[in-house]
């Protein structure tokens, strides 16, 4: 057999190893199968991507604050101005727009109705 079989002992370990941060060339030394083998199995049974081990702040990394705001980016706010997660969606916006075309489609619908109701 050239591939090592899969039981359900060796995903464990795999996935435990994987948890610990081993890098994938040293998981597969211990399973005795290559890094590739580690890698593909990895992919298939959708474990979570590791992070970097640089300590990062999860949730704050992602938010866009006005300050990471571009010229390019959807401005539509997310959450209330004064709230400590405050931020911008930061999509790609869509062409000659401030928001990205989801956000285009909801600021378009809240436009149409106002209009309606105030022609009423
Ligand atoms: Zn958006």
Same mark, same amino acid.
Do not use: F, L
């Given at each position: 057999m050239s591939t090592a079989e899969w039981t359900p002992e060796r995903i464990a370990t795999l996935i435990a190893l994987w948890n610990d941060n081993l890098t994938t060339s040293e998981i597969g030394r211990q399973l005795g199968i290559t890094k590739n083998a580690v890698i593909g199995k990895v992919h298939r049974l959708g474990l979570p991507q590791r992070r970097p081990s @640089?300590?990062?702040e999860p949730v704050e990394a992602d938010i866009i604050r006005l300050d990471r705001l571009? =010229? %390019?980016?959807?401005?539509?706010? @997310?959450? %209330?101005?004064?709230?400590?997660?405050f931020h911008f969606?930061?999509?790609? =916006? =869509?062409?000659?727009?401030?928001?990205c075309t989801r956000h285009c489609a909801v600021a378009y619908i809240r436009t149409r109705d106002r209009s309606e109701t105030s022609v009423a």
């Open positions: @640089v300590k990062e571009g =010229a %390019n980016m959807c401005s539509w706010p @997310v959450g %209330n101005p004064g709230d400590r997660n969606c930061g999509e790609p =916006a =869509a062409p000659n727009k401030p928001y």
